[in-house]
């Protein structure tokens, strides 16, 4: 079954995270970006309704930027649907990390999990991180 990543975020956020994904590992064909309220016409529920039937015979993994924000929240609709997962909290190294996963094949669910722990270990308060590199280097 065909894999599908969808980054959705307010504003253009999701095509510029794709951007820099694309800029580090190469073009990525089962990545599409939406960047929501970008027009004054914008409708999200039609929008998130067209992908979803889109897609509806792959497995579709949506990244949203903010957990409970209406991006998010349009997606929840779905989240009962077979073969989809909404995870929150955009970022590249979630990003990079999962989509490299992918070629792995083992089951999504344990993929996100995985990916979601080692995401995590990437945001550091970094005046933090190196005081204590340097402190561990005196002794």
Excluded: W
């Excluded at 027009?39 to 039937?53: A, I, K, P, R, Y």
């Amino acid at each position: 079954m065909e894999q599908i990543v969808i980054l959705a975020s307010h504003g253009r956020f999701a095509s510029g995270i794709l951007h820099s994904l694309e800029l580090i590992c190469g073009k990525k064909q089962s990545v599409v970006a939406i960047d929501c309220y970008v027009e004054e016409t914008f409708d999200l529920t039609t929008t998130v309704d067209t992908l979803m039937q889109t897609y509806k015979h792959s497995e579709v993994i949506v990244i949203t930027d903010i957990f409970g924000g209406s991006v998010n929240n349009e997606f929840l609709r779905y989240i009962q649907q077979p073969n989809f997962y909404l995870i929150a909290g955009l970022n590249l190294p979630l990003l990079i990390e999962l989509t490299t996963q992918f070629q792995r094949r083992g089951a999504i669910s344990e993929t996100i999990h995985q990916t979601l722990a080692n995401s995590k270990e990437m945001i550091q308060f970094c005046n933090d991180s190196v005081e204590k590199e340097i402190e561990e280097e005196e002794f």
